[in-house]
């Protein structure tokens, strides 16, 4: 009977033990689903300015700062009416993120899908900053001929 009471409080320590990790991974993940949602959603709706606010203070991405991001996304914007974002999954590192997705952009006349973080990844790396989630970038600036490629009608950031 001892040895069953002793089984029995290890394997209840080891559950909750385990439960802290899954649950701030779950919490993380609905978090960043959570913002790309609502991208895609002020894209559909053409606010920029929405888009703008999950930016990061420090967003560095492939040479681009948010200056550039905000001109990328108004042109892609230009180009499609809508966007639907699909998660793969999503990696965590300490306090990064780095999303993989299929994003999905329309218009009357094309579809372009964008495997990120490979095709551009723009929107795929994460920082949590004062305990909120932010588009933070690849924090890399542009390897000589780094340039903006077309994939379809779509602008991509290539190296």
């Not at 560095?60 to 230009?78: P, S, T, V």
């Not at 974002?85 to 218009?107: C, G, L, P, Q, R």
Request: with cysteine; proline share 1%; aromatic share 10%.
């Amino acid at each position: 009977m001892k040895n069953i009471l002793m089984l029995a409080l290890i394997l209840l320590a080891v559950l909750l033990s385990s439960c802290g990790e899954s649950d701030n991974d779950s919490i993380a993940q609905k978090e960043i689903r959570d913002i790309l949602y609502n991208l895609s959603l002020d894209f559909n709706l053409n606010d920029i300015a929405g888009i703008m606010e999950y930016l990061s203070d420090q967003y560095l991405h492939k040479g681009m700062i948010a200056y550039h991001f905000n001109d990328l996304w108004l042109d892609r914007m230009a180009q499609f009416s809508l966007l639907d974002i699909e998660v793969s999954y999503i990696e965590f590192m300490d306090n990064k993120a780095v999303v993989h997705s299929n994003n999905k952009f329309t218009s009357a006349v094309e579809n372009v899908t964008l495997s990120e973080p490979e095709d551009s990844g723009d929107i795929s790396y994460f920082i949590r900053e004062n305990g909120v989630w932010r588009i933070y970038g690849n924090q890399l600036w542009a390897k000589t001929g780094a340039r903006f490629e077309r994939k379809g009608n779509l602008l991509v950031v290539k190296n």
